[in-house]
T-cell receptor, first 114, second 115 residues
């Protein structure tokens, strides 16, 4: 069965610093992986997705993620944090068996400090 | 573009009451989903509808029922609400059918409290 693990439920960075949010996956078949962002009192918005076309995936708002099969990881990065990046971030893996179902990680709350 | 619209946005119920959460999408998507979000647990799939006319259980279906009314609408019903069902409920939709790895689009959620 597919699953994802997000290391660190809370991450705090200074404005302008590198953002690194960790996600490791478990899958018996090549996975499809997603990162979503959730701002307070809103639904989830897609940041980026990996669907085997390229291992380095660029998303919106300057975020990118690299798929590393050897490490079973799909970490999310941004070179320079902005105050507006403060939100909760979810990694998700698409399940096999149809219906485009997703299994989500437990989320990482990103705090950006001045 | 409205996207995915959920009603109501907030609701307080008493234990044992019933209610239906409504969801509609205007993107002509085939698949629709209901999730619940609880602190520290991420989003968990309650039910989904891969296409109009079909519904299937997700990870946590107990205590819920769903209806795919038409291609646009997918409702979630709590027949006899319990305090354990206090949560934020999200509806989502995606364009395509099996194995096409299309992303899901989410509504803004329904915040449900059961006393």
């Amino acid at each position: 069965a597919q699953s994802v693990t997000q290391l660190g439920s809370h991450v705090s960075v200074s404005e302008g610093a590198l953002v690194l949010l960790r996600c490791n996956y478990s899958s018996s078949v090549p996975p499809y992986l997603f990162w979503y962002v959730q701002y307070p009192n809103q639904g989830l918005q897609l940041l980026l997705k990996y669907t085997s076309a390229a291992t380095l995936v660029k998303g919106i708002n300057g975020f990118e993620a690299e798929f590393k099969k050897s490490e079973t990881s799909f970490h999310l990065t941004k070179p320079s944090a902005h105050m507006s990046d403060a939100a909760e971030y979810f990694c998700a893996v698409m399940l096999t068996g149809g219906g485009n179902k997703l299994t989500f990680g437990t989320g990482t709350q990103l705090k950006v400090e001045l | 573009n409205a996207g995915v619209t959920q009603t109501p946005k907030f609701q307080v119920l008493k234990t044992g009451q019933s209610m239906t959460l409504q969801c509609a999408q205007d993107m002509n998507h085939n698949s629709m989903y209901w999730y619940r979000q609880d602190p520290g647990m991420g989003l968990r799939l309650i039910y989904y509808s891969a296409s109009e006319g079909t519904t299937d259980k997700g990870e946590v279906p107990n205590g819920y029922n769903v209806s795919r009314l038409n291609k646009r609408e997918f409702s979630l019903r709590l027949e006899s609400a319990a305090p354990s069902q206090t949560s934020v409920y999200f509806c989502a939709s995606s364009e395509a059918l099996d194995r096409t790895h299309q992303p899901q689009h989410f509504g803004d959620g329904t915040r449900l409290s059961i006393l």
